[in-house]
């Protein structure tokens, strides 16, 4: 079982990214997904999070409002869709899945590697 995030990079403040978590080995579908950060000296902390369907979203009041997550099914992915972003969201990103909703990071069944976000002011 593998999660492959992607899509990171450097981006101006005020500007957009859209990371990808692409699941191999399981059907993802039927996992709740979520993405964490963790910025350099800080815990690592929730950003996002994604039912099995897709119906239903919940954020860190951090990103509300800014960050969109999403998945596609067919396509085995979810997204993080990243806009007006700001120099605190520079972080390493990783996805998560998990088969039903916990509230403890280490309950998660699957990690992907990390991405790099940073964000230039």
């Known amino acids: 079982v593998q999660l492959q995030a992607s899509g990171g990079g450097l981006v101006q403040a005020g500007g957009s990214l859209r990371l990808s978590c692409v699941a191999s080995?399981?059907?993802?579908?039927?996992?709740?997904v979520a993405w964490f950060r963790q910025a350099p000296g800080k815990e690592r902390e929730f950003v996002a999070r994604?039912?099995?369907?897709?119906?239903?979203?919940y954020y860190s009041d951090s990103v509300k409002g800014r960050f969109t997550i999403s998945r596609d099914n067919a396509k085995n992915t979810v997204y993080l869709q990243m806009n007006s972003v700001k120099a605190e969201d520079t972080a390493i990103y990783y996805c998560?899945?998990?088969?039903?909703?916990?509230?403890?990071?280490?309950?998660?069944?699957?990690w992907g590697q990390g991405t790099q976000v940073t964000v230039s002011s």
């Open positions: 998560a899945a998990v088969r039903l909703v916990v509230t403890v990071q280490d309950e998660y069944d699957y």
């Open positions: 080995g399981i059907t993802l579908n039927n996992y709740v």
């Open positions: 994604v039912n099995r369907g897709g119906s239903y979203t």
